[in-house]
């Protein structure tokens, strides 16, 4: 029997690899049900439509992003949350929206990134918005005795704002006609103010019609918004559930989102949260920068589970993880819902086993 609460871990964070089809998503289920009878908050990200019954067992809510979508999330938002150690506002949000354009722009150079941040930071100073944190308040004039109010979304600049800017200067003219279809074409619904206040203990964000190839834009515009719900009270448990994280730290991605991802993993706990990490993409994982990200990401998760595995993709999670000739073999030979799990130095063969009432929730 594994207790968490004797290893004094509040809430760990884990990392849950299989290939296709042996158990990961029940089990990944199986955790969001059971953390919810438990009064924990959480956030999934869901970019294979996986949770929407067990959404609708519990009372949660399901968000949906795109084309035929009335959900708008506008990714520019700086949210009063956001701010993280000593840095203001504005900076933290550059830090983050860097890695975002970098999905769209692709591998830009240092000259190129310095352009994108000056223009990031014109586009925001349009709006009345520069590092100065008090720019970021209504009512913020001090010899007005009346309490500052944060601003709203609709106070916020959006994609097209930025793509105004970028349009004026012809060094940056190859970044604006990267942004067109998020502007005029099939992305535009990224070019919208924030249209929703969400309040539940379980939220699901759906991104299954972006399509394989935008999905990623949609898996970083939700984690960028958990990631500051997760901030927000410290005394409250909550974990988010990145599923097919390889999205965000493989070779499709880049360091600036690998990185920002790495740190929910690092960080999270001090919020009160866990993070988990799935994939049925062992190889892709490890794909980016040599595998440093994935490998971070595996070294800082508490508990970790391993569902059967082909021998490639072993071989490839050995050169990473710490993983003995015996239990090579173990994760190998491992049936529909059995795994290995490791929980601290313990590494434990373990079967999954539900009431019927959960299998109900869940399937």
Not at 231 to 236: A, F, H, I, L
């Amino acid at each position: 029997m594994i207790d968490i609460a004797k290893r004094n871990i509040k809430m760990p964070t884990c990392v849950s690899l299989e290939q296709a089809g042996l158990g990961k998503s029940f089990y990944t289920k199986l955790l969001i049900l059971r953390y919810r009878l438990l009064g924990v908050d959480q956030y999934v990200i869901d970019p294979d439509r996986e949770y929407a019954k067990l959404a609708n067992s519990v009372g949660g809510v399901l968000l949906k992003i795109g084309p035929v979508s009335e959900t708008y999330i506008n990714v520019l938002d700086i949210r009063q949350e956001s701010i993280e150690d000593e840095q203001g506002y504005l900076a933290t949000k550059i830090g983050r929206l860097i890695g975002f354009f970098k999905l769209i722009f692709g591998d830009i150079n240092e000259e190129e990134k310095a352009r994108l941040e000056e223009k990031l930071i014109e586009t925001y100073k349009n709006k009345g918005i520069t590092f100065e944190d008090n720019t970021l308040y209504k009512n913020s004039d001090e010899k007005i005795n009346i309490k500052p109010i944060f601003k709203e979304s609709k106070d916020m600049p959006v994609l097209e704002d930025l793509y105004n800017v970028l349009g004026e200067d012809e060094k940056t003219k190859s970044l604006q006609i990267k942004l067109i279809p998020f502007i005029k074409g099939s992305l535009k619904f990224f070019n919208n103010y924030t249209n929703i206040q969400i309040e539940n203990k379980l939220i699901i964000a759906d991104i299954y019609d972006l399509g394989e190839e935008n999905i990623k834009y949609g898996m970083y515009l939700f984690t960028d918004l958990f990631w500051d719900k997760i901030k927000r009270d410290r005394s409250k448990r909550k974990a988010i559930y990145l599923d097919e994280i390889w999205r965000l730290i493989g070779i499709t991605s880049n360091k600036d989102v690998a990185s920002f991802i790495y740190k929910i993993f690092k960080t999270i706990r001090k919020y009160g949260g866990s993070s988990v990490a799935i994939t049925q993409d062992v190889s892709d994982l490890f794909s980016l920068d040599g595998g440093a990200y994935g490998k971070s990401i595996i070294n800082n998760s508490s508990n970790k589970t391993f569902f059967s595995l082909e021998e490639e993709n072993i071989k490839v999670l050995s050169e990473h993880a710490n993983l003995s000739e015996k239990e090579k073999i173990e994760i190998k030979g491992l049936k529909r819902g059995e795994c290995l799990m490791f929980v601290g130095d313990d590494h434990i063969l373990t079967r999954i086993d539900v009431a019927e009432f959960e299998k109900e929730a869940i399937i």
